[in-house]
């Protein structure tokens, strides 16, 4: 085997065994933090599921470890500061570290600023903006210590775009962006950071809306879905990537939406 040979073997069988690492993921009962979850575990990551469902949870975490997969099932509610650095801290008691956070917990309470329907509007700030820098803080003094970490953030086609109904979905979508891209810029190279941005994607935050007029536009809207899955695809493939290499932004959506 001549020198090229050997450097081209080894490098796609570097390509083709990505380290394993240890992930949490918020929001993973259902969706698209439940296909993230599958989809890594699947691919030989141990996978820690949080969320407010304690029984779905479970359910998924039990399947994927019957399946000879790594998972772990904690309840977790990410507006509660104290208790995500406490399950942060637990977490890395249980497997020694964690590699990777990936914030996806997140509510689409669409209306009509007209509705008024402020608690609504609170209750997105408080899960998608505040849940998501809850997260950072948990993370990120393991991170600094260890020199290394990932943080993966699940926003939104809304962070670039605004549509009727969306204003303060978008707006929470734009902070979470904001958010992320400040921490890409502050923080040490060995940290690296991932914005994902979807757009339609089948799962159940539509089912929340209670705003009458918002509920029929969705409908038009999600003629065309893409399949959770397709979003797990993007978060594996950013935190497969070899340590220096930092995949920034990935925006996916599907084809037929324009």
Do not use: C
């Amino acid at each position: 085997m001549t020198t090229n040979q050997a450097t081209r073997h080894t490098t796609t069988s570097s390509q083709e065994e990505p380290a394993r690492k240890v992930v949490l993921v918020t929001g993973a009962s259902s969706g698209i933090g439940e296909a993230i979850a599958r989809r890594l575990a699947a691919e030989g990551h141990t996978v820690v599921l949080t969320g407010r469902r304690a029984d779905r949870l479970r359910a998924v975490a039990d399947e994927l470890t019957g399946d000879g997969h790594s998972a772990d099932a904690r309840t977790l509610d990410v507006t509660d500061r104290a208790a995500f650095a406490a399950l942060v801290s637990d977490v890395i008691a249980a497997h020694g570290r964690l590699d990777v956070l990936v914030g996806n917990a997140g509510v689409m309470l669409l209306s009509r600023l007209d509705s008024l329907l402020v608690d609504e509007w609170d209750r997105m700030i408080d899960v998608n903006v505040r849940g998501l820098y809850n997260g950072f803080a948990a993370v990120l003094p393991h991170f600094r210590d260890r020199r290394s970490g990932h943080v993966v953030t699940i926003a939104s086609i809304g962070a670039h775009e605004v549509s009727p109904t969306s204003a303060v979905y978008s707006a929470t979508k734009y902070a979470a962006w904001a958010l992320t891209e400040g921490l890409r810029q502050e923080a040490d190279p060995s940290i690296r950071v991932t914005t994902v941005s979807p757009g339609v994607v089948e799962s159940e935050l539509a089912d929340h809306i209670t705003d009458a007029h918002a509920a029929d536009l969705m409908v038009g809207y999600r003629a065309a879905l893409l399949p959770a899955d397709a979003v797990a695809r993007a978060v594996a493939y950013a935190i497969d990537q070899p340590a220096d290499v930092d995949v920034n932004e990935i925006v996916v959506r599907p084809a037929a939406q324009r």
